[in-house]
């Protein structure tokens, strides 16, 4: 009997001492911060996708999850630059504001705490770079049409990697100056097609592939947004300090403004796997925290109907511009619990902030 005892102890010691290696071995912080948005795109959205997709989607991979309400500073349905600029920099400001505060002063974004901090950064889109959400990180202007003002904005920060459209915002501009030369005098290998990435393994990356849009995933875009996304991360991954990389599923959205169920879903399916990819990276990783959410709903999509089986929904629209409905958000990885919950969109700043261990005072 005494042994048995003894045995059983012995066992509990060895099984404790296991499960508190293990919680040392795992960072109580992480390393790099991978923030996704599906712009426009809310539950409904998902539900339309993951119905289409046979019953299934990677971000059904997510346990920590949230929501997050979308309210600009003078508006209660938000647009991407508000909604972008309060995620990126903790401050709720007005409509068509790019990384400004309501008096129209620059905000410190993620990205940059992120460059502050010896980290490497990039952004990755289905959109022109310069657009709303995106520009949210990086840029500091007053109205988010200002395109080549927000282009000029890029060549004064210490950004890595960044993949999208809107050549033409660096190159044909009013002013006569091609930036383009000066990224490249600045260090970076500037790409115009998908193929010239593949030769691209380190360094500063510009990935100007489109000269404004990329095309409908359905019109032949093709699986550039996994493939830009991957080798951001690629590159990103070998800074020893670290990185942060917003990824953007950018026309979920303009399907939302279009009233068109297909495009949404095309959209959000790519998106998607995207997801995937990223959350494999991380797993395997360890040291990465991936959070997944949107900057608003867009058309308030209602799902009427709809056959499992035949991989079918019936659609329905409120209209064809933003709605004011909370979004998710899912984490997974080192410092994820922080993102369950009902919070502003602010939050997302915050938590990340938290996460990464900085102190937006300094």
Known sequence: MIQKIFFKAFLMTIFLFSISAMAQELPSKPKNIILMIGDGMGLAQITAAMTVNGNNLQMERFTQIGLQKTHSSDNYVTDSGASGTAMATGEKTYNGAIGVDTAGNPLPTILEYAEKHGKATGLVTTCAITHAT????????????????????????????????????????????????ELEESGYRVVYEKGELIDVTSGKLAGLLYDVHP???????????????????????????????????????????????????????????????????????????????????????????GDMSGKTVDAGFTGDQHTAVMVPVFASGPGSEVFRGIYENTGIFFRMMEAFGFDPAQ
Not at 164 to 180: E, S
């Open 134 to 181: 995106p520009a949210a990180f990086i840029a500091h202007v007053p109205n988010r049409s200002s395109y080549e003002d927000i282009a000029a904005d890029f060549l004064k920060t210490d950004i890595d990697v960044f993949i999208g459209g809107g050549l033409k915002h660096f190159r044909q501009r009013a002013d006569g100056k091609d930036l383009t030369l």
């Open 215 to 305: 095309p409908k995933y359905s019109e032949g875009r093709g699986d550039i947004l996994l493939h830009a996304s991957m080798k951001a991360i690629g590159i990103l991954n070998m800074d020893p300090d670290g990185f942060f990389l917003m990824i953007e599923g950018s026309q979920i959205d303009w399907g939302g403004h279009d009233n068109d169920i297909n495009y949404i879903v095309d959209e959000t399916i790519d998106f998607d796997r995207v997801v995937g990819q990223v959350l494999d990276f991380a797993e395997k990783n360890g040291e990465t925290l991936v959070i997944v959410t949107a900057d608003h709903e867009c058309g308030g999509l209602g799902l009427n109907g």
